[in-house]
């Protein structure tokens, strides 16, 4: 079965800092695979997403994301953290018309 | 302009009542779903409909019932609530095929 694992459920850096969010998936084929990000009480807002060719990925807000096959990864990347990164970030990953969400990253974001 | 639209924002009601969630999407897409996020954030998709017939249902309780009107719109309807259904619920939507979905902002429903 199809699966999305988000391995780190809490991460801080400080602001200015760099960031890694980790994302692996299990999925039969070279699944569809998307970042979201969640801020307080709102809802889910596409950062990037990868469907196939180029595999280094760029987004909205500054974010990119690196699909790498040879460990089934899809890393979100930002060089520079804001404070207003703070939020709530899920990988995702499936068909066309399902998706199977991982656990969430919740990102906490030091002055 | 609201891409997809979902009323209420927050939902709070007793056990055992019935109570609808109504969402919109003004994207054109043929396709919506229903997720629910648990108090931990995880994430689960209920249904999906594309041209309001139903083409996913993940083992959902019978007591919840999507109707999808027409293609723009695709609502909740909760029969006989109970503690475990409090939940956030997101509606999306997306083109067929491009397995790229947009959210709705979500209904908090609190079940007493």
């Known amino acids: 079965a199809q699966s999305v694992t988000q391995p780190d459920i809490h991460i801080t850096v400080s602001e200015g800092a760099s960031l890694e969010l980790r994302c692996n998936y299990s999925?039969?084929?070279?699944?569809?695979l998307f970042w979201y990000v969640q801020s307080p009480g709102q809802g889910l807002q596409l950062l990037l997403k990868?469907?196939?060719?180029?595999?280094l990925v760029q987004g909205i807000k500054g974010f990119e994301a690196e699909f790498k096959r040879s460990q089934s990864s899809f890393n979100l990347r930002k060089p520079s953290v804001h404070w207003s990164d703070a939020a709530e970030y899920f990988c995702?990953?499936?068909?066309?018309?399902?998706?199977?969400f991982g656990q969430g990253t919740r990102l906490t974001i030091n002055p | 302009d609201t891409a997809v639209s979902q009323t209420p924002k927050y939902l709070v009601t007793q056990m055992g009542n019935d109570k609808s969630i109504k969402c919109e999407q003004n994207l054109g897409h043929d396709t919506m779903y229903w997720y629910k996020q648990d108090s931990k954030k995880f994430l689960k998709i209920m249904f999906s409909?594309?041209?309001?017939?139903?083409?996913i249902n993940e083992t959902v309780p019978n007591r919840f019932s999507p109707k999808s009107p027409d293609k723009a719109h695709l609502n909740l309807h909760i029969n006989s609530l109970e503690l475990g259904d409090s939940a956030v619920y997101f509606c999306?939507?997306?083109?067929?095929?491009?397995?790229?979905?947009?959210f709705g902002p979500g209904t908090r429903l609190t079940v007493t």
């Open positions: 999306a939507s997306s083109q067929v095929g491009s397995g790229e979905q947009y």
């Open positions: 409909y594309n041209n309001k017939e139903l083409i």
């Open positions: 990868y469907f196939s060719g180029d595999t």
């Open positions: 995702a990953g499936g068909g066309a018309q399902k998706l199977v």
């Open positions: 999925y039969g084929a070279t699944p569809y």
